[in-house]
């Protein structure tokens, strides 16, 4: 069970002031000869190793953190504000990474086995016990000091791609942390000019992390530290367990907002986004989870899918509009996030990596995230499609991994939403990791071409409206009922074949063997209704039990809702949730359905459309080859 959030006193972190100092002006480190070259082997992002060994012989090199970050500005004595920042950052996390060191051994047996140790050399299983934990909390120290500099200096930069992760050494917290200040030593080093070392210093933080990470398992003494949540104030600084933190300031979110009375059409996509944002604000700080997970409803991922010009991007701005809105008003941090084709790169991996950080900077629990993969069809490819590239293989399975994957976690503070023109060239495995399907239609009635008609053409103009009630069809309530309505029947001819047979040997659905002889009838109609299908429809259908309309007045103020405890948040909406019905399973189930045979429908469209061509192609191709071959033209 996760403890309580404990916050770290500076009278802790400033005893540690001293000795930080020393480790960013001068030490001695023992270290093993570079036998590595520089020089990476083309292609593989690996370095040469020699064959000889020289693992016996060890030099000492001084480090002298202060002077090479001097360096980079030899012909000016005082120190700029990037490194007066940097140098400043380090010595402060080398302090912050001894005090949480120090909440590490008080809340083992480590801090009272040192008390023994200093008066009498510990034997037997005290001392090996001892030489555990010591280890454990050099790992604790040496890991909150890389993430204290990822979390607190700040860069857009490109990461570079020369800066190698630090000879790790767990014999004590001293030891372990005079490692990492010597791979930043050398890290920085390698700086073109003071603008070079934030970057410079985030990349080392990060491969310093990895390495860590890597080698956690080695250690058995840790368990105490995996459910820590420890705060730092003045420095905005959390350390969540071996979570890894974004390390990335939230800046002012600066889009085109759009308010839900300018979204025509889309009902139900407009009535769902409407009730995510909702659910997003629900999120609880302290607890770390949102009530809607834990009483079933949250929207993690979905998919919206339409024609081109149809208000997917509309519909966007409009989700992240409302959900700043109602950060501000409760005070907490809110972070957007699109993913697009200009991050994927032509280097092995990068696109890979570029997609984990975004996955880590919406999933971040210090904020309430939205992200977005607009395109997805041509940011992530399909498996099977060996014309993609290799960064688009990449971010299918880190999305696949991330959204569904063994080691997913959904706190409920983030949603992710995929949009494409063309769905169906979406990965199967990809596509049904999105938990909700939202069409994405535009506007479909003769009032919502009159209300989209009025919306853009503004006011610059004495043309009376005529006989219409303007936006009355836009009135949610009224035109979500009506849209939900008209699944309780399939809209795809194919899943109309299907139901009607099934009403035609049992009648109408009344029970959940009913219901489930449905699916199964559909899955043999359509194979590619799998249990994670089932499993959507299901969180579907309990998001419709939850289709409960949370107040307006409980995001009018932080107090009234958004700014309760979690336990008091769970019983208000437990108190409107109500139970689903047949009508709600069977629109829900023919939602999702029309939605598989829609994409299939797309995808056999398209295939024969290309055969079609193909064929006329090669026509043409015969008769202009007779021709010339009459001319005696043609050359074989």
Not at 470 to 496: C, D, G, M, W
């Amino acid at each position: 069970m996760d403890a309580g959030l404990t916050t770290l006193l500076e009278a802790d972190i400033e005893k540690h002031r001293p000795l930080a100092q020393s480790f960013i002006t001068r030490f001695v480190v023992l270290e093993d000869p570079s036998d590595r070259s520089t020089t990476e082997l083309a292609g593989t992002g690996r370095r040469f190793v020699s064959t000889v060994s020289t693992g016996t012989v060890r030099r000492t090199r001084e480090v002298e953190l202060t002077r090479t970050v001097q360096a980079i500005r030899p012909d000016d004595q005082l120190l700029s504000i990037a490194q007066h920042t940097l140098l400043y950052r380090a010595r402060r996390g080398l302090a912050v990474a001894m005090a949480v060191a120090d909440t590490f051994a008080k809340s083992t047996a480590l801090e009272d086995l040192q008390a023994k140790n200093s008066r009498s050399p510990l034997e037997g299983e005290d001392a090996s016990t001892y030489k555990r934990l010591l280890s454990a909390g050099a790992f604790v120290a040496a890991f909150t000091f890389a993430s204290y500099l990822l979390q607190t200096l700040e860069s857009d930069a490109d990461a570079p791609s020369d800066v190698r992760e630090p000879d790790y050494v767990f014999d004590t917290q001293q030891d372990a942390l005079k490692g990492l200040v010597a791979g930043l030593d050398a890290a920085l080093a390698g700086a073109k000019d003071e603008h070079d070392l934030a970057p410079r210093a985030r990349a080392y933080a990060t491969a310093a992390i990895e390495g860590l990470l890597q080698r956690k398992s080695r250690f058995d003494g840790l368990g105490a530290f995996e459910a820590v949540h420890i705060r730092v104030e003045k420095d905005d600084f959390t350390i969540d367990g071996f979570d890894v933190a974004p390390g990335r300031k939230t800046k002012p979110l600066v889009m085109q907002f759009r308010k839900p009375e300018e979204v025509v059409g889309n009902h139900i996509a407009k009535y769902q986004a409407l009730k995510l944002a909702k659910m997003l604000m629900a999120y609880d700080f302290d607890r770390q989870l949102n009530p809607f997970v834990e009483l079933g409803g949250f929207l993690f991922t979905f998919i919206g899918d339409g024609a081109p010009g149809t208000g997917k991007t509309t519909l966007i701005q409009m989700i992240a509009g409302i959900v700043n809105d109602y950060a501000q008003i409760a005070g907490v941090p809110f972070h957007y996030e699109n993913f697009g084709v200009d991050q994927i790169s032509s280097y092995q991996g990068k696109s890979g990596q570029n997609c984990r950080q975004f996955i880590n900077n919406v999933l971040n629990p210090r904020s309430i995230g939205f992200g977005t993969i607009d395109d997805i069809d041509q940011v992530a490819a399909k498996r099977s499609d060996d014309r993609a590239s290799a960064g688009q293989h990449e971010i299918t399975g880190v999305l696949m991994d991330a959204f569904s994957g063994a080691s997913t976690v959904v706190r409920g503070n983030c949603a992710f939403g995929m949009f494409s023109n063309y769905p169906e060239n979406v990965d199967d495995a990809l596509r049904q990791r999105a938990g909700a399907r939202w069409l994405v239609d535009g506007p479909q009635t003769r009032d919502d071409y009159i209300d989209i008609f009025v919306l853009l053409a503004g006011k610059n103009h004495k043309i009376p409206l005529g006989e219409h009630e303007l936006f009355s069809a836009q009135e949610i309530k009224r035109a979500v009922e009506t849209a939900y309505e008209q699944h309780s029947k399939p809209q795809e001819e194919n899943l109309k074949k299907v139901y009607d047979r099934f009403i035609d040997e049992r009648g109408e659905p009344k029970t959940l063997a009913d219901v489930g002889d449905y699916l199964h009838r559909i899955k043999e109609a359509e194979p590619r209704l799998t249990g994670r299908a089932i499993k959507n429809v299901t969180d579907a259908i309990k998001m419709r039990a939850m289709d409960i309309e949370l107040p307006d007045e409980w995001f009018e103020t932080r107090e009234a809702f958004m700014g309760k405890s979690y336990d008091e948040k769970i019983a208000m909406i437990s108190d409107l949730r109500r139970p689903f019905t047949m009508d709600m399973v069977m629109q829900e189930i023919n939602r999702y359905a029309d939605s598989e045979f829609r994409y299939a429908d797309k995808s056999d469209d398209a295939g024969v459309e290309k055969l079609i061509r193909d064929a006329r192609l090669r026509e043409r191709a015969i008769a202009e080859i007779e021709s010339l071959k009459a001319r005696g033209l043609w050359r074989a």
